[in-house]
Nanobody
């Protein structure tokens, strides 16, 4: 069983920054890609960013490219999402998820474990 726990969300003004963390339990963390998704009220969950199990490859949604950075520390079983230049439209619950393989997909069905989410609210 794998448990994912997100933290680092909060209220921030537009233009500000936050860093989300996702701590994983279980010894298979390092063998899987990891992703971040978000869901705003009344909207579907959408892909934000993903990283391969080595950390050598990353992928970003166009809406966050150049502003968000995903990284991971396999020794600490943790994946991060550094969010800069935040906008009001970034307001959402953010979820981390474990990919079913060593890489990732942009579709949520490619992930087998999910965290409970952390709320990010950006005031304009």
């Amino acid at each position: 069983q794998v448990q994912l726990v997100e933290s680092g969300g909060g209220l921030v003004q537009a233009g500000g920054s936050l860093r989300l963390s996702c701590a994983a339990s279980g010894r298979t963390f390092g063998s899987h890609g990891m992703g971040w998704f978000r869901q705003a009220p009344g909207k579907e969950r959408e892909f934000v960013a993903a990283i391969s199990w080595t950390g050598g490859s990353t992928d970003y949604a166009d809406s966050v490219k150049g502003r968000f950075t995903i990284s991971r520390d396999n020794a600490r079983n943790t994946v991060y999402l550094q969010m800069n230049s935040l906008k009001a439209e970034d307001t959402a619950a953010y979820y981390c998820a474990r990919s079913q393989g060593v890489t990732w997909s942009r579709g949520q069905y490619g992930y087998d474990y999910w965290g409970q989410g952390t709320q990010v609210t950006v005031s304009s």
